[in-house]
């Protein structure tokens, strides 16, 4: 395969933070799957707007309020065209993937009943567990799950074997923010379709690495946060084919969900409105289309070749150190390294690269059943995103040894 080109230093000059000390020492950020930094044009976008054209939109005639609509449903058709969505309004905004989980459970809770069944992946993050957990409790339907392999991949027999005319949803992440596995979801939506299930895809870690297409999936749910690809906090999206999403009620009531509101009866607004009560982050959603007009002009083709090579450069250079074990060895992987060193906690190895300026996450990730599958409390995880580099991995592999040498 031809290498593209990446150009980190000119890239790394974008992100302010970059720049800073942690504990006296130049910061490492590999805790990217938690959430990436911000580069300075999405920082701009979000000034601009407060310095220039701040107001609620929808709402008012006035010129802010029509400047600030349009800047917001750019931002929506930008979306749309970057997950190749057939129209805008299957996009809908949220406050990221744990509100548009939860808005779609919500929604299934008049649709299923006792019997029915929910499948869902045994490497999930705890928002795709526990929202079906509780739509199962008001329903009555049970919750299965696909099992996962020591190397952190799904057995996909076993799914297969467990879809029946009783699935009716299955949820499963595109790629594991623990372990870094990029799941077959072509092979499971198709195979739930067959037997008449629905799908939610949790795109949440797989969206900043891969340019997912709604259509060509034929997903029928896909969730996104914002801040995992370089855009801010507090905003992401649900999408949802129109089918489905004009079946579900809506998840939230208030000003401009509605069509006509009168004591005695409400008629609610199409979509998208009819999911987006309330004032929306409207600087935020609009940065999110900034951020990704960022990353589409460095490529996602380029993002994922360089991400790779940073996952295969850390993964053999950790490999080295004794005692360590990565946990998820999937063939198809994001780049994400879990791991511990035999008889030391993670938090303990966190702690010390945390001292040498090396952030990583430490602990379960919010995913505690993989944690329990492995018979561990948790792991560090060192997560990379296409401004690290190789020198960095360099810092936290010294670091990690460095750990060792002082814990064992
Ligand atoms: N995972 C991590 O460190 P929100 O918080 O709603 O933006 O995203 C939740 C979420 C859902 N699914 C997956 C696969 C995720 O990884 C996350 C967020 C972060 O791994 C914070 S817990």
Redesign the pocket.
Known sequence: MKTLQLNTEKIRKDFPILNRKANGKPLVYF?N???SQTPQQVIDTIAHYYQNYNANIHRGVHFLSQEATDAYEQARIKIQKHFNIKVPHEVIFT?????A?NLVAHGFSSFLKEGDEILVSAM??H??IVPWQMLCERTGATLKVIPMDQNGELVMKDYHALLSKDAKLVFC?H????LGTINPIKEIIDAAHAVGARVLV?G??AAPHIKADMQALDVDFY?V?A??MCGPTGV?ILYGKSEWLNKLPPYQGGGEMIAEVTFEKTTYADLPHKFEAGTPNIAGGIAFGAALDYMNAIGFDTIAQYEDELLQYATNKLKKIEGLKIYGEASKKAAVVSFNIQGIHPYDIGTILDKLGIAV?TGH???QPIMDFYGIPGTV?ASFSFYNTKEEIDTLVEGVQRARNMLV
């Open positions: 805790d799957a938690a959430t406050s990221g993937t744990t509100h989980i999930e993050h928002s795709n992440n790629v594991s923010n623990a949790d949440a870690q969730t946060s801040h995992k992401g996450r990730h919010c995913a995880r």
